[in-house]
């Protein structure tokens, strides 16, 4: 317990450094008068649009937590709360620093025109979501295990086993309540994810298809009327969405470890494993990522801190680097010292091969895995390699080839990444089992405060960008702010195969306890072993289950694609009516009405936000309840499965289509430059990825959580009562 206090305190001065970072970063100049108004446009946009999304939010909330307090247990009802206000303020929190580091990384190439000096600025803008992102996802759980897991008792020997409540609900009672925290991170991570990805790119496409492809307007035309919209859009989307989506990930996988560890600790009863061994191996993952923390920290501070370079890639890199090297150098001693007492026969019951060196090692395959993944993103992505180069070139042959080009682009990049998975997954079960693949999906993600940080300075940077444009300043200046935008493109790729991979990894071992809470009620601090569910594939309800649940996240796609078109739709034709009948308009003489485009894409974002967190919600219990838990397990089968397939492939595409755009507007492809026919084929290219990176892409791995997560809490209800 002692212990738990001191590493409670690392999530308290990650928050207190990003306050510092915070107040750094609004110190700075913001610019000219025009630089403060289009930015102040952007704040008050920002802002009232996520204030009405939280709004909208607490109802929500409050309904979800008041089912769970019921149908479960009053304490799942407060986690839930708990997980839900982190993730929210957490995103609220990187919005806000971003609408104020926009303009001042504009204002720092204008003044300085030096790409290391502005990526500093953009840098330290981005790292405070990432402190808040890691800091408030794990002070959240140092409270659940310090409230809950203690002061309740819910650690204590007697209540870890499986209960029964007024129900009938069979549970673990602190595996129900770090499950409650989850879901709440869960359900605001997919609001934010969708209500921000339907707006900026409804904005975004907008802004494109009539300014850039109509019109050959340059990007961030002040002309044109959708652009105030698209830079809001960057940072309820690309910030706030990102934010609480990879706090999601983060939160899910270090649950997926304790849960699993508690079930296998009841299953195996405690003459296999003891209490002490299983309190330390259930508080494992906790400190593992505190240490991760400490880890991100001094990664971020490597780029405030240090003369800046002309070189902003390889900076953001060894920052990422600088992290991962020390989380897995010191996590080594964390598990020599924590772990060395547990016996060699215990470490064989819960499938540890390498002793207490075998959770550590499993996490370090994790995040090898994931920066290989990260890498064969930036692969296919960067504009620095051959297949989005190979790309750009192909731009010639007008739109319809960069699509078919990108798409097969998209669909070939998804084979490496999900052979490095598997080879995790064999790998880390090999090494320490069950409890190893999910310190996999934990490694992966233990130093995400820096991973975050690299991947919020690119719509930072990108907005910048747009002010730069808007206030009609040098040239110079927006060519640093696109080349650090593009860098951006890339590091949002990295993120996303981290978040994917981790989703995928986290869902195995939540599949897991999915499976074992079936043990039942214990007789003799023994599970009922013969009561666990048997997933046989060629039992109708699972390859029904399957089936279903692997079309599922297609539906779920096509639903976000649309809400984004048909907002973008309206978008398009409010942008044409305004060319068409305000007069002086186009010349500039006059300046469009921004508040409507910035209506209509709040109004697209607020209309469609339920229905994703319906479908990913209700689909696990309404199927649960009609067909069982076979079809249920079946159904989470075959929704990871498509859809860590359909994400890789969206996030690629979508990078390498923008991506290659960038390569021809900076002079990349012979003959080609911004306003020919090969540059306006590449806007259309990067139109059509523009839903499919930024709203289907990283809402999928919440959805495959989602489910994993609902079935958890859910599955001992309808195991008893369901129609077939």
């Known amino acids: 317990?002692?212990?738990?206090?001191?590493?409670?305190?690392?999530?308290?001065?990650?928050?207190?450094?990003?306050?510092?970072?915070?107040?750094?970063?609004?110190?700075?100049?913001?610019?000219?008068?025009?630089?403060?108004?289009?930015?102040?446009?952007?704040?008050v946009g920002a802002n009232a649009f996520v204030n009405h999304e939280l709004?909208?939010?607490?109802?929500?909330?409050?309904?979800?937590?008041?089912?769970?307090?019921?149908?479960?247990?009053?304490?799942?009802?407060?986690?839930?709360?708990?997980?839900?206000?982190?993730?929210?303020l957490a995103g609220y929190i990187g919005m806000k620093i971003a609408t104020y580091a926009n303009v001042r990384v504009s204002n720092k190439a204008r003044t300085e025109k030096d790409i290391?000096?502005?990526?500093?600025?953009?840098?330290?803008?981005?790292?405070?979501?990432?402190?808040?992102?890691?800091?408030?996802?794990?002070?959240?759980l140092f409270l659940v295990y310090i409230i809950f897991g203690n002061w309740l008792g819910?650690?204590?020997?007697?209540?870890?086993?499986?209960?029964?409540?007024?129900?009938?609900?069979?549970?673990?009672?602190?595996?129900?309540?770090?499950?409650?925290?989850?879901?709440?991170?869960?359900?605001?991570?997919?609001?934010?994810?969708?209500?921000?990805?339907?707006y900026t790119k409804a904005a975004d496409m907008g802004a494109d298809l009539v300014g850039k492809t109509e019109l050959a307007l340059p990007e961030d035309d002040p002309r044109n009327p959708a652009t105030i919209a698209d830079n809001v859009g960057d940072?309820?989307?690309?910030?706030?969405?990102?934010?609480?989506?990879?706090?999601?990930?983060?939160?899910?996988?270090?649950?997926?470890?304790?849960?699993?560890?508690?079930?296998?600790?009841?299953?195996?009863?405690?003459?296999n494993l003891t209490y002490d061994s299983t309190i330390k191996l259930t508080y494992f993952p906790i400190l593992f990522i505190s240490i991760g923390l400490i880890a991100s920290m001094i990664g971020i501070l490597y780029i405030i801190v240090r003369k800046p370079t002309k070189n902003p890639h390889k900076d953001l890199n060894t920052s990422l680097m600088t992290s991962a090297f020390l989380t897995i150098i010191i996590t080594f001693f964390l598990s020599l010292f924590y772990l060395s007492s547990i016996s060699s026969?215990?470490?064989?019951?819960?499938?540890?091969?390498?002793?207490?060196?075998?959770?550590?090692?499993?996490?370090?395959?994790?995040?090898?895995?994931?920066?290989?993944?990260?890498f064969v993103a930036e692969y296919y992505t960067n504009d620095e390699y051959h297949p989005t180069k190979e790309l750009s070139e192909f731009a010639k042959g007008g739109p319809a080839i960069v699509i078919t080009k990108g798409l097969a682009l998209g669909m070939g990049s998804v084979l490496l990444p999900v052979f490095l998975l598997m080879l995790g997954i064999l790998i880390s079960f090999e090494i320490a089992g069950l409890y190893g693949v999910a310190m996999a999906a934990l490694g992966m993600l233990s130093f995400v405060a820096t991973t975050v940080s690299v991947d919020s300075y690119g719509p930072i940077a990108d907005n910048a960008g747009g002010i730069s444009e808007m206030a009609k300043l040098p040239p110079e200046v927006r060519e640093i702010t696109?080349?650090?935008?593009?860098?951006?493109?890339?590091?949002?790729?990295?993120?996303k195969g981290f978040a994917i991979g981790s989703a995928a990894l986290a869902a195995l071992a939540l599949f897991a306890s999915f499976v074992f809470s079936q043990a039942g009620p214990a007789d003799e601090g023994i599970g009922h072993l013969e009561n666990i569910l048997l997933l046989n594939m060629m039992d109708s309800r699972t390859i029904a289950g399957a089936i279903f649940g692997a079309a599922l996240p297609y539906f779920f796609s096509a639903y976000?694609?649309?809400?984004?078109?048909?907002?973008?739709?309206?978008?398009?034709?409010?942008?044409?009516?305004?060319?068409?009948?305000?007069?002086?308009?186009?010349?500039?003489?006059?300046?469009?009405?921004?508040?409507?485009?910035?209506?209509?894409?709040?109004?697209?974002?607020?209309s469609q936000i339920k229905m994703p967190a319906l479908i990913a919600t209700l689909t696990p219990i309404i199927s649960g309840f009609i067909l069982g838990p076979n079809f249920v397990g079946g159904l989470l089968i075959g929704t990871t499965l498509s859809g860590v397939m359909l994400a890789i492939f969206t996030a690629n595409s979508g990078g390498a289509w923008d991506n290659a755009k960038k390569r021809i507007e900076s002079g990349g492809v012979e003959g080609e430059a911004k306003g020919t026919d090969a540059h306006k084929a590449t806007v259309v290219g990067d139109t059509v990825g523009d839903p499919l990176k930024d709203t289907v892409g990283p809402s999928l791995d919440i959805l495959i959580k989602i489910m994993a997560v609902t079935s958890l809490i859910t599955v001992s209800i309808f195991k008893v009562y369901h129609l077939f």
């Not at 001065?13 to 008068?33: C, H, M, P, S, W």
Request: hydrophobic share 55%; proline share 2%; glycine share 12%.
């Open 55 to 88: 709004r909208v939010l607490s109802i929500y909330g409050f309904v979800i937590a008041l089912v769970l307090a019921i149908v479960i247990e009053w304490y799942v009802g407060i986690a839930f709360v708990m997980g839900a206000f982190m993730s929210a």
């Open 154 to 198: 819910q650690l204590s020997p007697e209540n870890i086993i499986i209960k029964v409540n007024w129900l009938g609900i069979n549970y673990i009672p602190f595996t129900m309540t770090v499950s409650g925290y989850a879901l709440g991170c869960s359900i605001i991570a997919m609001f934010d994810r969708v209500g921000g990805g339907v």
């Open 235 to 271: 940072n309820v989307g690309d910030v706030a969405g990102l934010g609480a989506d990879l706090l999601e990930s983060y939160v899910g996988a270090v649950i997926s470890a304790i849960v699993l560890i508690l079930y296998t600790s009841f299953l195996l009863g405690v003459e």
């Open 560 to 606: 976000l694609i649309n809400a984004v078109v048909n907002a973008a739709n309206k978008m398009v034709d409010e942008v044409r009516r305004q060319f068409r009948e305000i007069p002086g308009l186009m010349e500039g003489k006059v300046d469009p009405d921004y508040e409507r485009c910035i209506r209509i894409s709040s109004e697209g974002a607020l």
């Open 116 to 140: 290391g000096k502005t990526l500093k600025v953009a840098f330290q803008g981005g790292s405070v979501m990432g402190l808040c992102v890691s800091g408030l996802a794990l002070l959240g």
């Open 482 to 495: 696109d080349k650090l935008d593009a860098v951006g493109n890339t590091t949002a790729a990295i993120g």
């Open 1 to 43: 317990m002692g212990a738990l206090w001191v590493f409670a305190l690392i999530p308290v001065f990650a928050l207190i450094f990003a306050r510092i970072n915070f107040k750094q970063v609004v110190a700075l100049d913001e610019g000219t008068e025009r630089m403060q108004h289009i930015a102040q446009a952007i704040r």
């Open 345 to 374: 026969l215990e470490f064989q019951n819960v499938g540890f091969r390498l002793g207490a060196f075998s959770p550590w090692l499993a996490a370090v395959i994790g995040i090898v895995d994931g920066i290989l993944m990260g």
